[in-house]
C-alpha cells in the first residue's frame, strides 16, 4: 500500500505564484524525500529531511516535516514554468531498504 | 560518468514472451532497485539489491525475476508477459549503509499485448 498521500493530486498556478504540496504518512520514518519527475523522465532527487529536523532550504524549495502529524510539505517559491512536473514524496516507513513513495502531485505552472 | 542507464527505452511484448530489462551503474552504488510506475500512481518497488549476489523482493515482486552478478548491473526479468505488465519501468540505485537520496534512470516504457 502507498504510505505517502500527496495533497493536492493535481495544482495549476500562475507563473511568479507559490507552489503548496503536501504528503502524509502514516507510520514512524527516519527521513522523507521529496522528488521531481518531468513528463516521460525519470526522478529527480530534490531535498531530505531527517525525522530530527523541521524544516529545510535549497533554492527555491522550502520543506517541512511535523512527525506528530505525520506530515510534510513542499513550497515551491517564485514558481516558474520549469517547474512544471509532479512532484512526490518518499519515505522509508518500509524498512531501511524500501522507500515507499505516494501518488504524486502534478504541478502545472501558466506562462 | 553515464550515471544509471537502462535499456531499451520501449518495447512491445506479446502475452507469454520473455524478456530482459538491463539497468546498468558507474557509480559504485552498492544499492540498486526496481520501480513500476503506472498512470496515475507513485513508483511501487518490485526488487532490490543490497550488493553482488544479494537480492530482496518489494512491493509488487510477482512475475518477475533479479540477479546481481556485478556491482554494476541489475537486470529485471519478465519470463512469461502479461498485461498487468504494462507500465514504466524505472531503476534506481544509491549507496548502501543509509536511507539517502536515489538515482534514478530514464524508464524504460513497456507494453504487453
Known amino acids: 500500500s502507498q504510505q505517502g498521500e500527496e495533497d493536492p493530486q493535481a495544482l495549476s498556478i500562475q507563473e511568479g505564484e507559490n507552489a503548496t504540496m503536501n504528503c502524509s504518512y502514516k507510520t514512524s520514518i527516519n527521513n522523507l524525500q521529496w522528488y521531481r519527475q518531468n513528463s516521460g523522465r525519470g526522478l529527480v532527487h530534490l531535498i531530505l529531511?531527517?525525522?530530527?529536523?523541521r524544516e529545510k532550504h535549497s533554492g527555491r524549495l522550502r520543506v517541512t516535516l511535523d512527525t506528530s502529524k505525520k506530515s510534510s510539505s513542499l513550497l515551491i517559491t517564485a514558481s516558474r514554468a520549469a517547474d512544471t512536473a509532479s512532484y512526490f514524496c518518499?519515505?522509508?516507513?518500509?524498512?531501511?531498504?524500501?522507500?515507499?513513495f505516494g501518488q504524486g502531485t502534478r504541478l502545472t505552472i501558466n506562462p | 560518468n553515464a550515471g544509471v542507464t537502462q535499456t531499451p527505452k520501449f518495447q512491445v511484448l506479446k502475452t507469454g514472451q520473455s524478456m530482459t530489462l538491463q539497468c546498468a551503474q558507474d557509480?559504485?552504488?552498492?544499492?540498486m532497485s526496481w520501480y513500476r510506475q503506472d498512470p496515475g500512481m507513485g513508483l511501487r518497488l518490485i526488487h532490490y539489491s543490497v550488493g553482488a549476489g544479494i537480492t530482496d523482493q518489494g512491493e509488487v515482486p510477482n512475475g518477475y525475476n533479479v540477479s546481481r552478478s556485478t556491482t554494476e548491473d541489475f537486470p529485471l526479468r519478465l519470463l512469461s508477459a502479461a498485461p498487468s505488465q504494462t507500465s514504466v519501468y524505472f531503476c534506481a540505485t544509491r549507496l548502501a549503509g543509509g536511507r539517502e537520496t536515489q538515482y534514478f534512470g530514464p524508464g524504460t516504457r513497456l507494453l504487453v499485448l
Open positions: 557509480m559504485n552504488h552498492e544499492y
Open positions: 529531511i531527517r525525522s530530527n529536523e
Open positions: 518518499a519515505t522509508d516507513a518500509g524498512g531501511a531498504q524500501k522507500l515507499v
